[in-house]
């Protein structure tokens, strides 16, 4: 029998909902987006941002670094609650870290 695929928890599905509100308060479809993050280096189709969105598939840990750079914020923004990842606010930055096209 195959493996069940693992449940996505409570963070990962908070963590889409932020992807989802930021993109949307971006102005950004979910095309665009998918683009932006293909232009950093992360292949994306927008189907594959439509299920993550949605949590039918995973957002692992270099898709998560990408589509906060396509969205211009650090990636721990995506991982904040509710709210906390808005278009206009401000993230520290992480010591260390380049920030290649986040705001903070």
Do not use: K, W
């Amino acid at each position: 029998m195959p493996p069940r695929p693992l449940e996505i928890g409570p963070a990962g599905q908070a963590t889409a909902h932020t992807i989802e509100r930021t993109r949307t308060a971006r102005g950004y479809s979910q095309r665009r987006l998918a683009a932006r993050v293909t232009g950093r280096g992360r292949p994306m189709t927008f189907t594959a941002l439509s299920r993550i969105e949605r949590t039918v598939r995973r957002c692992d840990i270099d898709d998560l670094v990408a589509i906060a750079a396509a969205l211009g914020i650090p990636p721990h923004a995506l991982l904040a609650p509710a709210g906390e990842a808005e278009a206009g606010a401000t993230y520290p930055t992480i010591p260390g870290f380049r920030n290649r096209g986040f705001s903070g």
